[in-house]
């Protein structure tokens, strides 16, 4: 399994999505957001501020309710198969 423990969204819609086996991978949604389900993402600051952890993978917490059951999310082994490996973001 691979859980996500941390996520930063950025403001041309992708995310840092950090892995608890230390794999930090730049996720690309810009191509997602504004489609299907994910149309509501299309608003960055919806994109940015309503991004989170849910279910141990990066999702959308749309309803604020912190609902499992009621996100937007991706699963964590796209993330890890499709993201671009990065250095962390907030090393100095």
Not at 6 to 31: A, C, N, R, W
Not at 56 to 82: E, H, M, N, V
Request: aromatic share 12%; glycine share 6%.
């Amino acid at each position: 399994m691979f859980k996500i423990i941390q996520v930063i969204p950025t403001s041309d819609f992708k995310v840092y999505v950090y892995f608890e086996d230390g794999k930090i991978k730049l996720f690309d949604m810009s191509h997602l957001v504004g489609r299907g389900v994910f149309a509501p993402l299309n608003d960055l600051n919806v994109f940015k501020n309503k991004c989170t952890i849910l279910n141990d993978t990066l999702a959308w917490d749309l309803s604020g309710k912190r609902d499992i059951f009621d996100c937007l999310d991706i699963d964590p082994l796209t993330i890890y198969q499709d993201g671009q490996e990065v250095t962390d973001p907030l090393a100095s």
